[in-house]
């Protein structure tokens, strides 16, 4: 199985940034699509931002858009989100997804597409 760790949450001011980094294990992160979500309380989870196998696709919700970038480094099984310019509607639990499939046009924002998820890091931004 594929396990994810995420990092790089925290309380930041309005306007500030801050970087989050997903570890995946084993020689197969590769072969997966990655993906970010995020769920605030009483709210359902929603996509963020995601990136194909080979990094040459990128994808964002139109809420981000402009503010974040995902990245991946395969030789490192790291995917990463800098997240510029946040807003208080920004805070949420980040999670990091994986998607073993290859319809990653059709999918990429579905969280139900993504087959292992991370344990979630808290991104609040403060007023």
């Known amino acids: 199985q594929v396990q994810l760790v995420e990092s790089g949450g925290g309380l930041v001011q309005a306007g500030g940034s801050l970087r989050l980094f997903c570890a995946a294990s084993?020689?197969?992160?590769?072969?997966?699509?990655m993906g970010w979500f995020r769920q605030a309380p009483g709210k359902e989870r929603e996509f963020v931002a995601a990136?194909?196998?080979?990094?040459?696709?990128?994808n964002y919700a139109d809420s981000v858009k402009g503010r974040f970038t995902i990245s991946r480094d395969n030789a490192k099984n790291t995917v990463y989100l800098q997240m510029n310019s946040l807003k208080p509607e920004d805070t949420a639990v980040y999670y990091c997804?994986?998607?073993?499939?290859?319809?990653?046009?059709?999918?990429?924002?579905?969280?139900?597409?993504?087959?292992?998820w991370g344990q979630g890091t808290q991104v609040t931004v403060s007023s």
């Open positions: 990136i194909s196998r080979s990094g040459g696709s990128t």
């Open positions: 084993g020689r197969t992160f590769s072969s997966y699509a």
């Open positions: 997804a994986a998607k073993p499939t290859t319809s990653y046009s059709r999918t990429y924002y579905i969280p139900g597409m993504y087959d292992y």
